[in-house]
């Protein structure tokens, strides 16, 4: 019985950390998705800002390379931006773990003064 339960136990946390991968993946495509288009996007307004069809092909060049520059760099910029927030995310959800286990302690040391307080009115009704 316990061996059927550990390995069902196990079974379903393979199961859980797959569909865990398979989202990150699912994400990570979205997000990828997502920056091409937005690099799509950011050209062709930058393209039709500067009209470039009307210039010659050296200037066409020159400036299809710096729209592309601009577009790297906002992309750059976008990903930074949303590295700090993750980062931020990460150290706000260790300090409310951090100020938790501060809860925790506190409310066993209470728990336990308690007990010494009045341990021996409960003896009777206290488990073993």
Request: no cysteine; glycine share 0%.
């Amino acid at each position: 019985k316990a061996l059927e339960v550990q390995i069902r136990q196990r079974l379903e946390l393979q199961e859980a950390h797959d569909d865990h991968l398979i989202m990150k993946e699912k994400k990570r495509i979205a997000e990828l998705a997502e920056e091409e288009e937005y690099r799509r996007q950011l050209m062709a307004k930058f393209a039709e800002d500067d009209r470039i069809e009307l210039m010659n092909a050296q200037k066409r060049r020159m400036k299809q390379l710096e729209h592309r520059r601009a577009v790297e760099k906002l992309i750059e910029e976008r990903r930074q931006e949303y590295q700090r927030l993750k980062e931020l995310e990460v150290l706000e959800r260790k300090e409310e773990e951090r100020q938790e286990s501060m809860r925790r302690a506190i409310v066993e040391q209470e728990r336990q003064r308690l007990l010494r307080e009045h341990a021996t009115k409960l003896l009777g009704y206290l488990p073993k």
